[in-house]
């Protein structure tokens, strides 16, 4: 059993950055592949950004790459989100999500256990 919690949400301005980090209970986490997803009012879930499980391999949404960081700390069995160049269009609620058969199910939204969620506000 993993437990995620997720925080480091808020309100920013538009242009500004925020980290998210999504702590894992348990021993295993080392051996999941760790992901984001977000979901903003109205609209379905979206996958955000992926990463392996030894950190070595990521992947991004079109919509964030090159503004998003996904990166994890296997001691610290916590993942993370630097998010800058933020949008109005980013807001939303962010979940973190992790799979024990590895990223590429993972992007489609195929988890294992998923957090709870933090809300992320841009304003224009």
């Known amino acids: 059993q993993v437990q995620l919690v997720e925080s480091g949400g808020g309100l920013v301005q538009a242009g500004g950055s925020l980290r998210l980090s999504c702590a894992a209970s348990?021993?295993?986490?080392?051996?999941?592949?760790m992901g984001w997803f977000r979901q903003a009012p109205g609209k379905e879930r979206e996958f955000v950004a992926v990463?392996?499980?030894?950190?070595?391999?990521?992947y991004y949404a079109d919509s964030v790459k090159g503004r998003f960081t996904i990166s994890r700390d296997n001691a610290k069995n916590t993942v993370y989100l630097q998010m800058n160049s933020l949008k109005p269009e980013d807001t939303a609620v962010y979940y973190c999500?992790?799979?024990?058969?590895?990223?590429?199910?993972?992007?489609?939204?195929?988890?294992?256990?998923w957090g709870q969620g933090t809300q992320v506000t841009v304003s224009s």
């Open positions: 999500a992790a799979s024990s058969t590895g990223g590429r199910g993972l992007r489609f939204g195929t988890a294992d256990y």
């Open positions: 348990g021993r295993t986490f080392s051996s999941y592949a």
């Open positions: 990463i392996s499980w030894s950190g070595g391999t990521t």
